[in-house]
């Protein structure tokens, strides 16, 4: 699977039905929403005016599942390994296929993923540890609120990596450069002072080993519009599974300075 | 009038009612577009899927006459110099206030505007012919279709400048600089390459001189979204009046990039 659309036929076919980090690898992985069409317009507000969590890349249509400016031929309602279905903000379930459930009323949001960031640290020889201690990215509720939008409105949610503290900088340069999937750390060091009581108990994901010569770095994670839209407790809600991402047609390199 | 504060509050006590270029300069300046609520879902997609002419810099909720993004404490019921008002996409009357005619249902769109490119040029030492010979920048309809989104789709609208041969390509550089306000050239040199068979005749705006050692440059235009509504024939839609933008709070050169 060395291409996005690869990988998404593969994925359509029952053939992949894991995490997707780490294939076809250089192509975008995306967050997606899917909403009844009647809180779309608040939604698209929403991440427009607080794009650090929420970077859109791509929405369709209510109706339309494929993503005409980045994924023309892929097909949203088969090509992710497993979708998780929220009704009145409460998860229902966990399915690998969405076309029976999905209506003319739906409307996709693909948001920038933080593995697009990911990918360009390790290649410049940052560790990244929740890759290298197989666990989940710690996230953590802040006390940054988000720019309020129609009915959505709540805090920022953040991803937290320990970076060495001589690679702190050179870190936020090289995240800085994907302002499509949530750009610079949004936080450096000290937790208390965005609101995280203890940096061992994240409020998502798995705490990490936070090494002496480390500092905990906080980048905008796209959680938070997941969490905005729960709070909303929608009739139907449909989002990825935590891991299990929307791969696109276009490449990591593409998304850089855009 | 040094800030968009100054001038913002001349022009909504009635002192300045002519266009608006060249007044605080450095603040941005931007197409306004009023909307019913019913169209503001594919208008934004219709932007978001054509950044280059149609860059958003804030929108507002329907009702709301305040853009939280950029001029948080502004009325642009009151502070624009000149608003165009149609009805079903047929000009029925220009007028310096809308406070009266305005209902929460109004969704109002402000788009970046050319202004702020020219003014980088002009710092720049590149003349922009339309200002030297005091006329209005010449416009075309093009055949570049833009991604049609929900109701709307047509055209690209193109502005042109004639820009000396060997300046061609700095001007597209630091009009690079500025995705929020259409970015690089569209197409640069042959008129006929994009659709336009006399470049002497504009569909908008005034011919210009185009001297031997000159190429003419084009740029994708604010006036393809506003053309782009008028096709929809809204009961209601207001628009700025042409050269009499909406002045902001944020400045030119916190655009650089962004």
Redesign the interface.
Known sequence: MKTGKEARLQIRKGKWSYPTSGIALGYTQANMVILP?KY???F??FC??NPKPCP?LD?C?AGEYSP??TTKDADIRKDLPKYRIYEHGILKEEVSDITNIWNDDM?TFLIGCSFTFENALIKEGIEIRHITENKNVPMYITNIEC?P??VFNGPMVVSMRPIKKELVEKAAEITGRYPKVHGRPVHIGNPSEIGINDIDCPDFGERLTINEDEVPVFWACGVTPQAALMRVKPEIAITHSPGHMFIMDIKDEELI?L
């Open positions: 069409q779309a317009f608040d698209f507000l427009h005016r859109i929405v249509e005409v400016l409307v720019i939008a129609g300075n």
